[in-house]
């Protein structure tokens, strides 16, 4: 654990790295300083806008926003490179970057705010396992998985396309003996057989043989060596982590809601996934398509959002997308990210972290949303279904019992929230106004609502 001096003194390092940033600009540059940055703002912000325009436009229209937005961080550096400035930039933008960086080192969280607790578990008796060959671009095979568990006494199940339910080949194994149940697969697949661990309070083991891999990515779990998960079999611990739930749904990850839901259920989506996206956004961000949503989330009202997210426990602060990562799977609630973008003004908006506007993040034991319609596409853990309306979400805390493996990756810390005022705390001695305004605090007793 580091000490809260050595955060302080990073908390120092970071301000003093910005204060020599402008410093160093305004005496190199005293009169062209504040035309830096205004032409630094500008690029941006039609950067942003052009990139917005080209995927709300059509035909040439499209074009002419993208050549836009390319052109005008090109075009600054252009111009500074004639007024040789460009040095003076570069050497600003540094010492930014590394006060940033510094100061996030400051305000990261404490390990025991991230870390998932675990107690020592003995080997499973009788391991039954759900393996997909097709998953991950044939995982399964390239890593010897079903030959590997079987030397472990594992019982493996293959599906192998002829319509078997992992479910029930679960619930099956149960009722053979099995004492621990897992799947080599996607996280759908994962989700499935882990309701069934969950019913019968059984240990659950997950083997990262899919294509992203979110979940063994948010337990610590090797991705790039999926054979490794197996040595939980003999040598594992065990953590109790949360389940979400979609309409009776397992899921563990995210449910996924509007746009990205929309254009996932194309057929056409998987066979040209960018051109399906480009032609269909337009339609979805003008409202000319999709259903209208509001959610109910834990009491707070969110309408017409263009985009909304509910994952097992909440993603960091600065993912704005949730595909990254959650620093913790045990607190029992749901995470809200809900974003509505209708001007080029909101799309730069988001990225200001002080002021992200169209964006709502929130925390809840319950999410309800509603649309227009008897029933929406939902995107569970990547798979798009529909679902009829209202749509109800729930966690179920610490339902899953897991199993890990005792030598393992493990979780990254969560990046630390920028947070100037706490930052200037912590360098002036005043910890008591520090803590907690980082990334990670405890779990809140209602939802949160930081739209900006």
Same mark, same amino acid.
Not at 8 to 26: D, I, K, P, S, T
Not at 244 to 267: D, K, Q, T, W
Not at 293 to 317: F, K, M
């Given at each position: &654990?580091?000490?809260?001096?050595?955060?302080?003194?990073?908390?120092?390092?970071?301000?003093? %790295?910005?204060? #020599?940033? +402008?410093?160093?600009?305004?005496?190199?540059?005293?009169?062209?300083?504040?035309?830096?940055?205004?032409?630094?703002?500008?690029? +941006?912000?039609?950067?942003?806008?052009?990139?917005?325009?080209?995927?709300?436009?059509?035909?040439?229209?499209?074009?002419?926003?993208?050549?836009?937005?390319?052109?005008?961080?090109?075009?600054?550096?252009?111009?500074?490179?004639?007024?040789?400035?460009?040095?003076?930039?570069?050497?600003?933008? +540094?010492?930014?970057?590394?006060?940033?960086?510094?100061?996030?080192?400051?305000?990261?969280?404490?390990?025991?705010?991230?870390?998932?607790?675990?107690?020592?578990?003995?080997?499973?008796?009788?391991?039954?396992?759900? &393996?997909?060959?097709?998953?991950?671009?044939?995982?399964?095979?390239?890593?010897?998985?079903?030959?590997?568990?079987?030397?472990?006494? /594992?019982?493996?199940?293959?599906?192998?396309?002829?319509?078997?339910?992992?479910?029930?080949?679960?619930?099956?194994?149960?009722?053979?003996?099995?004492?621990?149940?897992?799947?080599?697969?996607?996280?759908?697949?994962?989700?499935?057989?882990?309701?069934?661990?969950?019913?019968?309070?059984?240990?659950?083991?997950?083997?990262?043989?899919?294509?992203?891999?979110?979940?063994?990515?948010?337990?610590?779990?090797?991705?790039?060596?999926?054979?490794?998960?197996?040595?939980?079999?003999?040598?594992?611990?065990? /953590?109790?982590? =949360?389940?979400?739930?979609?309409?009776?749904?397992?899921?563990?990850?995210?449910?996924?809601?509007?746009?990205?839901?929309?254009?996932?259920?194309?057929?056409?989506?998987?066979?040209?996934?960018?051109?399906?996206?480009?032609?269909?956004?337009?339609?979805?961000?003008? @409202?000319?398509?999709?259903?209208?949503?509001?959610?109910?989330?834990?009491?707070?009202?969110?309408?017409?959002?263009?985009?909304?997210?509910?994952?097992?426990?909440?993603?960091? /602060?600065?993912?704005?997308?949730?595909?990254? @990562?959650?620093?913790?799977?045990?607190?029992?609630?749901?995470?809200?990210?809900?974003?509505?973008? =209708?001007?080029?003004?909101?799309?730069?908006?988001?990225?200001?972290?002080?002021?992200?506007?169209?964006?709502?993040?929130?925390?809840?034991?319950?999410?309800?949303? &509603?649309? =227009?319609?008897?029933?929406?596409?939902?995107?569970?853990?990547?798979?798009? +279904?529909? %679902?009829?309306?209202?749509?109800?979400?729930?966690?179920?805390?610490? /339902? #899953?019992?897991? @199993?890990?493996?005792?030598?393992?990756?493990?979780?990254?810390?969560?990046?630390?929230?920028?947070?100037?005022?706490?930052?200037?705390?912590?360098?002036?001695?005043?910890?008591?106004?520090?803590?907690?305004?980082?990334?990670?605090?405890?779990?809140?007793?209602?939802?949160? =609502?930081?739209?900006?």
């Amino acid at each position: &654990m580091e000490s809260l001096r050595t955060r302080r003194w990073y908390a120092r390092g970071a301000l003093a %790295l910005v204060v #020599l940033a +402008v410093v160093v600009l305004f005496v190199f540059a005293p009169h062209r300083g504040v035309g830096f940055v205004l032409l630094t703002g500008a690029a +941006v912000a039609l950067t942003v806008a052009g990139l917005f325009w080209f995927l709300l436009l059509r035909g040439p229209l499209r074009w002419i926003a993208l050549c836009l937005g390319l052109a005008a961080p090109v075009a600054e550096i252009v111009l500074l490179a004639a007024n040789r400035m460009l040095w003076l930039a570069v050497l600003t933008l +540094v010492l930014l970057a590394a006060g940033v960086a510094t100061g996030r080192a400051a305000l990261r969280p404490e390990r025991s705010e991230w870390q998932l607790p675990v107690t020592d578990a003995a080997a499973p008796r009788h391991p039954f396992l759900v &393996m997909n060959p097709r998953s991950g671009g044939g995982k399964v095979e390239r890593f010897r998985l079903r030959e590997r568990a079987e030397q472990l006494g /594992a019982e493996v199940a293959l599906l192998d396309g002829t319509g078997k339910d992992p479910q029930q080949l679960a619930r099956d194994a149960l009722a053979r003996g099995a004492d621990l149940l897992g799947v080599a697969g996607g996280d759908g697949t994962q989700a499935l057989v882990a309701q069934v661990a969950v019913e019968h309070d059984v240990p659950f083991l997950v083997i990262s043989a899919g294509t992203r891999n979110h979940f063994a990515l948010d337990l610590g779990l090797d991705r790039e060596e999926p054979a490794r998960c197996l040595d939980a079999l003999r040598d594992g611990v065990e /953590a109790r982590i =949360d389940l979400g739930e979609i309409n009776g749904r397992p899921f563990v990850n995210n449910a996924s809601f509007g746009a990205y839901a929309e254009i996932v259920l194309n057929p056409a989506y998987r066979d040209d996934k960018r051109r399906t996206t480009l032609d269909a956004l337009p339609d979805l961000l003008t @409202r000319r398509r999709g259903a209208r949503l509001t959610a109910d989330v834990g009491g707070i009202r969110v309408e017409d959002p263009h985009a909304l997210l509910v994952s097992n426990n909440p993603y960091e /602060a600065s993912d704005l997308a949730g595909m990254g @990562r959650r620093a913790r799977l045990d607190r029992g609630l749901l995470g809200v990210i809900a974003i509505r973008v =209708d001007s080029a003004r909101q799309a730069v908006g988001l990225l200001n972290t002080a002021h992200r506007q169209g964006l709502r993040r929130a925390v809840a034991a319950e999410v309800v949303v &509603m649309a =227009d319609g008897a029933d929406i596409p939902v995107g569970i853990d990547g798979e798009t +279904v529909r %679902l009829a309306t209202p749509v109800r979400c729930t966690v179920r805390p610490g /339902a #899953l019992r897991v @199993r890990l493996p005792r030598e393992r990756p493990g979780i990254r810390p969560p990046r630390a929230r920028l947070d100037w005022a706490a930052l200037w705390a912590l360098a002036t001695g005043r910890p008591d106004a520090y803590h907690g305004r980082g990334e990670i605090s405890g779990p809140a007793p209602v939802p949160v =609502d930081d739209s900006g």
